[in-house]
């Protein structure tokens, strides 16, 4: 059975590096405490370098919260994936909502996939609807961020990919999404990987990234069909993420 993943995303926070280094502290002592989770770190790339330096003999893992497809060039104010790989980051978010929000296309997606797996990162493809359509919509719209975000991906790295599913509509509003309809989208998920790519596609690693907290985390990982967590502003709450580590330690 895979250990649970969490997913740490502390999208543009801290304010400074001394304070990143201070939550990364505090961080790495909780992970070290629950054993029976792996812990992902998604910092601003700035810190990347720094904290990955700070890791030793932590039981943490770095992730980038975006890069550029392209190997190098013309292109202000980004990085690629090979110069987050080598800042520390072994993992790679691609599609996260917010950039989608920003102009990302599905095809974007795809080449950022390729380009993480080209340098020897996990890519975790965000996919999630901006609302739920009594007619299933929804589900036409999730695949096809899934076969844009799976096109360039060959049979053999299937297991190298991590699926995050993103209902924004529950993202930070009055709706949440029950356990029993993430279970049904994973499901769905892994049937379109199927479909696309075969048989291997069924083991295709999901995690939920819905407004994930201290309340709610156990409960999905128990009963959605998702072995892990990508959890947002939760994550840079010190007592909050140990309060949610040591929950999902006990699962």
């Given amino acids: 059975m895979l250990k649970p993943l969490v997913v740490a995303n502390w999208k543009m926070n801290p304010a400074t590096s001394r304070e990143a280094k201070k939550l990364f502290e505090v961080t790495k002592k909780a992970a070290a405490k629950a054993r029976t989770i792996t812990l992902v770190v998604a910092p601003p790339a700035l810190y990347l370098r720094e904290l990955a330096k700070g890791r030793a003999g932590g039981r943490v893992s770095f992730c980038v919260q975006s890069a550029e497809a392209s190997a190098g060039g013309a292109h202000t104010g ?4 090979r110069q987050a790989k080598d800042a520390g980051a072994s993992y790679a978010l691609v599609g996260h909502s917010e950039v989608r929000a920003r102009g990302m296309s599905n095809t974007d997606a795809g080449r950022q996939v390729a380009a993480a797996l080209a340098a020897n990162m996990r890519p975790i493809l965000c996919v999630g609807e ?8 929804h589900f036409a719209f999730v695949a096809e961020q899934l076969k844009a975000g799976f096109e360039q991906v060959p049979a053999s790295k299937l297991s190298d990919i991590i699926v995050a599913y993103e209902p924004v ?5 009055e709706e949440t999404m029950s356990p029993r309809e993430m279970h049904e989208m994973a499901i769905f998920i892994r049937k379109t990987i199927v479909e696309t790519h075969g048989p291997k596609g069924i ?5 939920y990234g819905g407004s994930v907290n201290e309340d709610n985390a156990d409960e999905m990982l128990r009963d959605g069909d998702v072995s892990g967590i990508l959890v ?20």
């Fill in 78 to 81: 980004e990085i690629s994936m």
């Fill in 130 to 137: 901006a609302k739920r359509s009594p007619s299933g919509a």
């Fill in 169 to 173: 509509w529950a993202i930070g509003g």
């Fill in 203 to 207: 083991s295709t690693r999901v995690i």
């Fill in 232 to 251: 947002g502003h939760v994550s840079v709450d010190v007592a909050r993420f140990t309060a949610l580590l040591s929950t999902l330690s006990n699962i």
